[in-house]
């Protein structure tokens, strides 16, 4: 014979507990819906923006839409003078930021930072920086001129080549070379023609981190959806018989 002191479980209507959960629930599946359709959005720009890489030539890619983390392909040769950016670290070992300029077939000029180089242990010499010589295809993404914050120090620029540098602005770098265009270069990897240590972080949120945000997103909506379920249900018996929440 069943126990009458055995406590059931059963359905309790919490208004409270109703209208948070109604708030919240849609505001979660809306923000994975968001998400989402920036990820599909991320990623028609992106395939876009790599068969202009592939099919237009420099010329007309920096005449078209100008952004960093757009991939460009183009061919040409290295020039003579290198820029040494400073104080740069990789894995807590002091170094330098090759940038070089760099004179496509067709089109502008354009600098192109050719990766991450050691420094010497003396302050007094710049590391050996050979450019290579010849023709040569470059796969690489547009970045900003590496320039500090404005209130960051400004320091005497050096003379000579290689010249290190603190700050490279496109207007201290066109005394240089004329016609620069509003974005530099950035190697794609270390494999290219000239690179050094090329291994950049990402220059944009790329699709899988807004599927990432989404699945977050809807997990925190079933999250909700699971526990309104179960906080909905209370116990009923002898002792909880006058429980009314």
Known sequence: MADPQVSKRKWHFDWRLMLFSGFFLPVLI??????LDRAGQKQVMLDSWQQQAETLPWQQLIE???????????????????????????????????????????GPPVLVNRGWIQAPRSRDRLP????????????????DYPVPPVLAE??????????????????????????????????????????????????????????GYAAQWFALAVALTILTVAASYRKTGANNDNDNG
């Open 128 to 143: 050996q920086v050979d450019i290579p010589d010849g023709l040569f295809t470059l796969s690489g993404r547009l970045a």
């Open 30 to 35: 809306g923000l994975g819906i968001w998400q």
């Open 64 to 106: 078209g839409e100008v952004r960093s983390g757009k991939p460009v392909r183009m061919t040409g040769v290295y020039g003579e003078q290198s820029w040494l950016l400073d104080n740069r670290t990789r894995d807590g070992v002091p170094g330098y930021e090759v940038i070089t300029d760099f004179y496509p077939l067709e």
């Open 154 to 211: 400004q320091v005497q620029e050096e003379q000579g080549w290689p010249r290190r540098v603190q700050r490279l602005p496109r207007e201290a770098a066109a005394n240089d070379v004329e016609g620069l265009p509003a974005l530099m270069i950035r190697l794609e990897n270390g494999q290219q023609a000239g690179a050094f240590r090329a291994d950049w972080a990402p220059d944009l949120m790329g699709p899988g981190t807004h599927y």
